[in-house]
């Protein structure tokens, strides 16, 4: 028997219309070279509507490719969804890769056109004599940086002036499955591995980076993504602030520990979220100051040292929140919440479980084999095997790591030494995590 209930695709356009009719007040803030640019939901929302008529003027085919090259602001959000929402792919760039990374990934993505912070040109100007596919240039000014006013093989356009005078589209997915935006790995052997995201694994994992046990991202929250948006989707907060109606705080490209520190105290923030070496730099600089706003700090990238877990728990109360995930799982897998039974235990204690990353997350199967097998070994503690996953925003086909399970949480090895060529799928809807 099968239910009556709607059949309501699951797509990005359902959160970004969130966002625009229910959270058209809430604020977006963008860091720049010269303060702190303010928006809404509201005037982001009109832009970005107008932005896919941008790129219909532009010719983008259905489909397309539109690859962005710049740092964490309203503007890149704006690219987060104006190319999935009118049927596109968008496609963030690592500006931190080697390159030749770079050519291969926009020449394999097949990317049609790139939009560039002013600030980011310098370094993809050589390059692009490269790219095969790329026929747009789209400048965003973000207030520093020499551009020429033509590249040969390429149109050159302004970002701003391409907006003005540009009509918004309304926005249509009817295919949940459709791909929404791609990222490519940059931790594996050989070339970078793409992974494309479905609107409708996006919809699922922003779901779950709103659960209680996980990010728990809601609308009171003020967030700020010192992650960045080309890595693995911020890590899902991007889309999760959209749907919540979250403020979000946007660092730009000043992610020293000043500046941070200043971000988080003065914008009252309540989730920043960024890998180890920001919060190295982040905690002598919160010292004496007011963070009281803060209810989490999640980290990732790298396993968390528990000195600076319980740095930040001595200094502002709160300790760090380890996660782990790839680009291949949307990417978070496994976050360390504390259960009703941790919170029990003695600081010490509490302080060692820290160092694992954690419980599953919903959406999110895991199970540790033996080996090149899918035999389970046994969860005692002291066993290590191969971590498979599976779950709804999951890529098939990764490479391999060794974990431990301890109290149904997962110690993951992170040494370098420990990566594996293995690429291969052991049984249908399982993949094997790489050795991080």
Known sequence: MKGLMQETPLTLVHLFERAEKYHSDKQIITATATGRERTTYGEWAARTRQLGGVLDKLGISKDGRVATFAWNTARHLELYFAPPCTGRVAHTLNIRLFPEQLTYIANHAEDEVIFIDRSLFGLIAPLLPTFTTVKHLVIMDDGKGDVPDSVKGFEMHDYEALLKGTPGVEFKITDENLAASMCYTSGTTGNPKGVVYSHRSTYLHTFGAMTADSLGVRESDIILPVVPMFHANAWGLAHAAVASGATLVMPGPD?????????????????????????????????DRDTSSLRAIPCGGSAVPKA?????????????LQAWGMTETSPIAAVCTMSAADQLLPQSEQADLRTTVGQIAFGVDARVVVPGTTDPVAWDGETSGELQCSGTGLRPRITTTLVR????????????????????????????????
């Open 255 to 287: 992610l020293s520990g000043k500046a941070i520190a200043n971000l988080i105290v003065e914008e009252k923030v309540t989730v920043a979220a960024g890998v180890p070496t920001i919060w190295m730099a982040v905690l002598p600089e919160l010292k």
């Open 308 to 320: 600076l877990s319980e740095g930040y728990r001595e200094q502002t109360g709160l300790p760090i």
């Open 405 to 436: 399970v301890r109290a149904l949480r997962l110690t993951v090895g992170y040494a370098p030494e420990m990566w594996h060529p293995l690429t291969r799928r052991v049984a249908f809807n399982w993949l094997i995590a790489p050795k991080t």
